[in-house]
């Protein structure tokens, strides 16, 4: 029935509750049908508590229907009433529709997030297998690099030995053989006696240098007398041939042969830093071992190592003392302040 229609569209434009009092006598009643019997109409409009209109509801009753105050009351608000039950099963409908989608939403996503977490997972694997990898072929490297510096230290000692003992000996034997030379012709020409000093002394000289290059290849001292009087000999060393000058601290250590030669070859690199890199002219050696560890520190009073060399991929004696000291599971520290000097701490565990 379109709006405005008949007495149910009249209803549904106004809003008004009507009431017919026969179909055959109410011009308002439009629509009409074959063997229509007589009867009156209340046509109630359907409206919620917000006054929205939301249908008519049309009762049938007798001719001339009772029209009290009262009835239209009760029938308004039965109209109220069914308009309310109405709207609510529609917000219920909206609501269970929205609570759909919803949650199809919520599984879509939920499903992406599941892919999504997914490749996560994986990747996270992936790369904590590429950190393992890393891990163990960085330990494999370390294990070669000390690997190879065993062999170059046994090799550095058997050349030491081999040029301080045959060249030596060898050395001493011509120098004695020179000097029974020169008693046993006294009556040689001053000439050739001035020859035979001067190969004495070249002798000498050749017998201090290869006692030097043996040293310097590694010093005897080392394996003799530990490392404490290494540090020593070496530290003499330096004060005979630079203007260096050195406050030792250091105590006797009992520590295995390996571990011995690694401080001192990383005590030789720091010093010679020193010497290259510092403008030092004092440096502090320390020696130390408690129950736990062993500390050996080197300390100049020079310009001190620019920070941003601590870490940098050329700093190559830098990085080798590292590596060296992690191999025996120790731990270094590098402090260098401009104007304020250097210090090269080493903290070796006793017990691995
Ligand atoms: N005692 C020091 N005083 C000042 N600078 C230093 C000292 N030791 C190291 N450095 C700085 O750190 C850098 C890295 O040292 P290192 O790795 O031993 O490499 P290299 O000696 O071959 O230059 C040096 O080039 C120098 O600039
Ligand atoms: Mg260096």
Redesign the pocket.
Known sequence: VPYGDCLCGRVAESGELLMSESCFTDTRHERRYGGMQAHGHYIVPLKTKGDALLGVMFLYTNTHPSWYQHSQEVLLSIGGLVADAIKHSLVKEELARYRNQLEELVAERTGDLNQANILLRKEVEERASAEHQLKIIREQLRNLSNHLQNIREEEKTRIAREVHDELGQSLTALKMDLVCLKQELPGLQPDLQERIQTMSGLIDSTITSVQRISSELRPQILDVMGLCEAISWQAREYQKRTTLRFDLNCEQVSINKELTTELFRIFQ??L???V???R?DRVCVSLHQNAEQITLEIG?N?????PE??N?P???????IRERVLFFGGEVEFQ?EPGK??R?IVKTPLKP
């Open positions: 690199e720091a010679t830093n020193v290259r890199h510092s030092a100049d020079g310009q001190g190592m620019p060399k601590i940098a050329q700093s190559l004696g830098l990085i080798g260098g000097g250097t090269v």
